[in-house]
């Protein structure tokens, strides 16, 4: 009682002080923007903005606005997420202007969403998909075929499904009671590290330490024997058919690599109607090494961004990230476009067109995999230990593990227990329904199940991932995330439904057909397209960047699974350890403490694999 008497005020107090910083950088804000108009130095305005002038502004006149919830779907593809940006593209930006040219929101308000009260349900990243997502804003009804008006404004990826008139006090976001997200990923996700990769060394090493031998096997039996088979009838006759030199070379080149980038974001401009296959790009370093040498020169250890310029490096620039590692840190390492699939390509060595050959043949035998049922009944039960009130401080960023917000609580979180096949690779479908989410949360709690069911790692970690120690959990590639709807379950329970005041529940269950078939054409074909997209060169070119610590391109290793899962397996830094049989143990031991070159904590590569240029916060995705 005494404590609960002291916190009270103090959170008041935060309160208050939050509010008053609020107002104050509010007020900095305008008086930034007076001052750059009186020394004429006004910026461009807002992408998303169509200027009027008053004339056409006056001849429209003032038209009746009502409060309402938009239903939508959007493929994320190509988009800066959903929050309208000021300079990026955006959905929320393409949906605002179009919303401007249907005559949904008048002339005198489109120079900001503010003015007509637009808020989002969710927020989704970049990339992201939503088959069912809100927004509410004041808007003019007058016109019966508003809804096809506003869609003949937008692309194909973008879809309004209707609108509801809503009480006036209607916020799609303060409403929201929860949210149900999908997750499709390969099946071949679920195989075990490969046993010549760093990760799959170590688990087994490890296991021998803590005794665990024959548990690791009982927790890998039904895939204990895919490697072997895919070595047998698959890697050994192509390398038999190379010179035993090539075969050596190749074999230590495809599992002596370290790779040293992960999260990975894409940046591909938005498809449209006319070009939904537009070629991946990539960034590289102007002068990759010759392959068969790995003499320990200066390599990147940061995650890159958004790569625009070539530039030089700077020695000044370069600075030890561990001393005992002989890893050295590059802040921006010189960069430069290769040719995507549609130009010209370099010339590759025969180590390396052998290498490009291998790796495919490998992602080909990954891709045949079909899960067995006890393997299912894993990851249902790794995905188990989600459910309930949890603290998610490890699933997101710029979260302390005492922080009240880093609590958040599942309902469920199942995997269909029906795969898909699709173009020879089968996929499954996972779906959580939370009450909110973090920024990258479900992302990352799709890694974990993922690497705890392929490592064969004791299902306790989960447990512990929930404690205070700060674990590595990178983020799965956002290909794969879909919204599937928000849940306005208490908002329609309290609806007047009859009389001159009822209203229409807020929801996608009457616009079920179009929404599945927009699902299906946009985001499920999409998603699968662009796993499947024949880009072997691109893959291997991305594992061999990555195998000398280069920077490459964001669009690259976020859409492809396999790229995302063999960088883990071959990260030598240790982040992953916790997998193994020791557990955190083996972590602490392998992380350098304050002192020791990284600063408080000694983790400054897990801190690497979770910058993020977006903000903190978010709804996932």
């Known amino acids: ?63 009746p606005k009502k409060k309402v919830a938009v239903m939508m779907g959007y493929s994320g593809s190509g988009y800066k997420g959903m929050q309208i940006n000021n300079e990026e593209k955006t959905i929320e930006g393409d949906l605002f202007k179009a919303l401007v040219a ?55 990826q973008i879809r309004v499904w209707g609108a509801e008139q809503t009480n006036g006090s209607f916020s799609a976001y303060q409403l929201c009671d929860s949210r149900i997200y999908e997750y499709l990923i390969p099946t071949y996700c679920f195989l075990p590290p490969h046993p010549e990769s760093f990760l799959g060394k170590e688990l087994v090493k490890l296991a021998e330490e803590a005794g665990d031998s ?33 075969s ?84 921006e390492p010189p960069v430069a476009h290769i040719p995507n699939k549609s130009e010209h390509r370099p010339q590759l060595s025969a180590l390396e067109e052998a290498l490009k050959k291998l790796k495919s043949i490998i992602i080909s035998a990954k891709k045949a995999y079909r899960i067995q049922p006890a393997r299912l009944a894993r990851v249902q039960s790794v995905l188990n230990h989600y459910i309930g009130t949890r603290n998610f401080h490890n699933y997101t960023i710029s979260k302390l593990p005492r922080d009240p917000s880093a609590k958040r609580v599942i309902k469920s979180f199942t995997v269909n227990p029906q795969p898909i096949l699709i173009n020879n690779t089968e996929w499954l479908s996972l779906k959580v329904h939370g009450q909110s989410f973090m920024m990258h949360q479900i992302r990352k709690m799709v890694t974990m199940v993922a690497l705890v069911v392929r490592c064969g790692c004791p299902e306790e970690r989960m447990k512990e991932s929930y404690g205070e120690e700060k674990l590595t959990i990178p983020k799965a590639p956002s290909l794969g995330l879909l919204l599937e709807r928000p849940v306005f379950e208490t908002y329609n329970r ?23 078939e927009f699902k299906q054409r946009e985001i499920y074909e999409r998603i699968f397209r662009e796993e499947e997209r024949d880009d072997t060169y691109v893959s291997f070119l991305y594992s061999f960047l990555l195998s000398w610590g280069l920077r490459v ?21 240790g982040d992953l350890l916790y997998l193994s049989s020791v557990g955190l143990p083996a972590v602490r031991k392998e992380i350098p403490k304050s002192g020791d070159g990284e600063g408080k904590g000694g983790n400054a590569r897990a801190v690497a694999l979770e910058e993020d240029s977006e903000g903190a916060d978010r709804q996932d995705g």
């Open 102 to 156: 249907a005559g949904a929101i008048s002339k005198a308000n489109a120079d900001d969403p503010k003015k007509s009260s637009l808020v989002r349900c969710a927020r989704t990243d970049r990339g992201v998909h939503a088959a069912g997502n809100v927004i509410s804003l004041k808007m003019i009804l007058e016109d019966p075929d508003i809804i096809a008006k506003i869609n003949e404004h937008l692309s194909p």
């Open 1 to 63: 009682m005494e404590q609960s008497q002291t916190v009270g005020p103090s959170l008041r107090k935060a309160g208050r002080a939050g509010r008053a910083d609020k107002r104050t950088r509010t007020e900095a804000t305008q008086e930034t923007a007076k001052r750059r108009k009186l020394n004429g130095d006004e910026r461009a305005p807002p992408i998303y903005v169509t200027n009027f002038s008053k004339e056409e502004i006056d001849a429209e006149g003032r038209k």
């Open 553 to 573: 391109a964001n669009d690259l290793g976020n859409r492809r699974f396999h790229s995302f899962f063999a960088s883990l397996d071959g990260m030598r830094w």
């Open 248 to 331: 050596a070379s190749v074999r230590n080149a495809l599992y002596d690599a370290e790779p040293k980038i992960l999260d990975l974001e894409p940046e591909a401009e938005p498809a449209t109607s006319d070009d939904t296959t537009k070629p991946m790009e990539i960034q590289a370093v102007v002068e990759p090494p010759d392959l068969g040498r790995n003499d320990g020169r200066p390599v990147s250890d940061q995650q890159p961004d958004d790569i625009q310029n070539a530039e030089a490096v700077d020695k000044s620039k370069v600075v030890p990230s561990r001393p005992d590692a002989g890893i050295l840190l590059v802040e």
């Open 214 to 246: 024959m548990g690791l096997e009982e927790r890998q039996q039904e895939v204990s024997s895919f490697w072997k088979e895919t070595e047998e009838n698959h890697v050994k006759p192509f390398l038999d058919g190379l010179s035993p030199e090539l």
């Open 494 to 516: 309290n609806l007047v439904k009859e009389g001159p005041n009822a209203r229409a529940e807020v929801g996608f269950e009457r616009y079920e057909k179009e929404v599945e």
